[in-house]
């Protein structure tokens, strides 16, 4: 049984820093692209940053220099360090990962004052 559980967001400040982590089970996790998403509220689920098992990485053009995807493959996690945040990153933050099919955390708010 694959599992995402998400956690680390809360509200900040804008121009503050959040680092959201995402653990899996019931995947090969060394093996798995992992990825986030983000929904603010009446908009779609934009993608945010991807991480590949070899750890390469890419990222949206809106994220880019304030974010940063890692991972942990002894610690089954992959993490999202999100510096210099400001309101428009407001929204609820998934973790997604494709094995077999795709997998999705419950998602973590995270919001931004300004």
């Known amino acids: 049984q694959v599992q995402l559980v998400e956690s680390g967001g809360g509200l900040v400040q804008a121009g503050g820093s959040l680092r959201l982590s995402c653990a899996a089970s019931g995947i090969i996790f060394s093996d798995a692209a992992m990825a986030w998403y983000r929904q603010a509220p009446g908009k779609q689920r934009d993608l945010v940053a991807t991480?590949?098992?070899?750890?390469?990485?890419d990222y949206a053009d809106s994220v880019k220099g304030r974010f940063t995807i890692s991972r942990d493959n002894a610690k089954n996690t992959v993490y999202l360090q999100m510096n210099s945040l400001i309101p428009e990153d407001t929204a609820v933050y998934y973790c997604t990962t494709y094995w077999y099919r795709q997998y999705w955390g419950q998602g973590t708010q995270v919001t931004v004052s300004s």
């Open positions: 991480i590949t098992g070899r750890t390469t990485t």
